[in-house]
């Protein structure tokens, strides 16, 4: 099995990185193509793959392709590479916004096409990876997109439909979560702990949060109600929060990404 990428920036090599440490595919059984030359240079001295200036290039060598680029450039790159994809080949897609029937209207011929959603988490194979397929990809196929795919953690098949919502709840949700932390962190150095330690602290609980969530199967409101003693201190720091809009704040913010993914 032979990966090609088109774009390798951040995302681009937080995925390969997770499928070569996973032994999902050898290094030398991946190539990767891109416009910004520093992009290229980074890969080949960090993940050791191949590269080439080339678009074409990676697509003739690759049984499954990724466009790991921009929604902005998605036009411009399959209208240069179409002619060269072949029936066989898998595409992949990891653009908000662009759906199976656009992918399929630009390629103008029957292509295999998956859609997915990953997350900056993939950096360090804790990852969630929404995806959808069209009518041409087989289930063998499809399962061996996801035997790739969970090479920088999990995935989930959903309908299209879903895509967008996938855009707010995982990819886009880590600044959400590191925004958090950072609050955390900073109240922490308010009140006088040191900054590195406030990091850690505020860090390390939501993990573990998230980890109690997916390991015990309990409702985050149940969870949450464990901590809460009568009169105690964390109620206090719940009213406050709910106080001033906390899960309101969230709920909005998610929605109106959801919405501008939509209008990619």
Request: glycine share 8%; charged share 20%.
């Amino acid at each position: 099995m032979k990966l090609g990428f088109i774009g390798c920036g951040n995302m681009a090599s937080a995925m390969i990185g997770g499928i070569i440490n996973n032994k999902i595919c050898n290094q030398d059984n991946i190539i990767a193509s891109d416009a910004y030359f520093p992009a290229l240079k980074k890969a080949e001295e960090t993940l050791h793959i191949q590269t080439s200036s080339d678009n074409k290039a990676v697509v003739l060598l690759a049984d499954i392709l990724f466009l790991s680029i921009k929604p902005q450039y998605y036009e411009t790159v399959i209208k240069e590479i179409k002619d060269s994809i072949s029936e066989n080949q898998i595409v992949i897609t990891i653009a908000p916004g662009k759906t199976l029937n656009w992918l399929s209207d630009n390629f103008d011929k029957p292509v295999k096409i998956v859609r997915c959603m990953p997350n900056t988490p993939a950096l360090v194979c804790e990852g969630i990876t929404g995806v959808c397929a069209n009518e041409l990809v087989t289930q063998t196929e499809l399962e061996l997109v996801l035997k790739v795919l969970s090479g920088f953690g999990s995935t989930e098949i959903l309908s299209e439909n879903l895509m967008d919502v996938v855009v707010s709840v995982s990819g886009s949700s880590p600044a959400y979560v590191f925004m958090f932390i950072e609050a955390m962190a900073d109240a922490a150095v308010a009140d006088g702990m040191p900054r590195t330690q406030a990091y850690k602290f505020a860090a390390q609980s939501v993990l573990g949060s998230a980890k109690m969530i997916l390991e015990t199967g309990k409702h985050p409101g149940e969870l949450k109600d464990m901590v809460c003693s009568p009169g105690g201190t964390t109620i206090e720091a719940v009213r406050v929060l709910e106080k001033n809009g906390f899960r309101s704040s969230v709920i909005e913010a998610m929605k109106a990404c959801t919405k501008k993914a939509k209008g990619l």
